[in-house]
């Protein structure tokens, strides 16, 4: 069983940053982190292999958000840069032990509880 803290979730005005982190119990295959705003699906965001840090992204996101792992604290990272208000969202972090998609939310068994993340105009 893996568990999944997230922390780093606020209120910041647009154009401003925001680093999200997800400290987990165990290492897996790769974890991702996904958003979910109110009356939206739950959407995919980043993710990275813990072996080798290969990272993918959601278009739009691209350029402004950054994915990052430690290995030696088992957390990953995101750094959010250049926020809009569309960004608002609950942040999820999770954690896959086997994926032949990344994006794809259902591939992840384990998920954090979520950190809000709200950014004004």
């Known amino acids: 069983q893996v568990q999944l803290v997230e922390s780093g979730g606020g209120l910041v005005q647009a154009g401003g940053s925001l680093r999200l982190s997800c400290a987990t119990s165990?290492?897996?295959?790769?974890m991702g982190w996904f958003r979910q705003a109110p009356g939206k699906e739950r959407e995919f965001v980043a993710a990275i292999r813990w072996s080798g840090g290969s990272t993918y992204y959601a278009d739009v996101v691209k350029g402004r958000f950054t994915i990052s792992r430690d290995n030696a604290k088992n957390t990953v990272y995101l750094q959010m840069n250049s926020l809009k208000p569309e960004d608002t969202a609950v942040y999820y972090c999770a954690a896959a032990e086997w994926s032949r998609s990344l994006s794809n939310a259902l591939e992840y068994g384990y998920w954090g509880q979520g950190t809000q993340v709200t950014v004004s105009s």
């Open positions: 165990g290492r897996t295959y790769a």
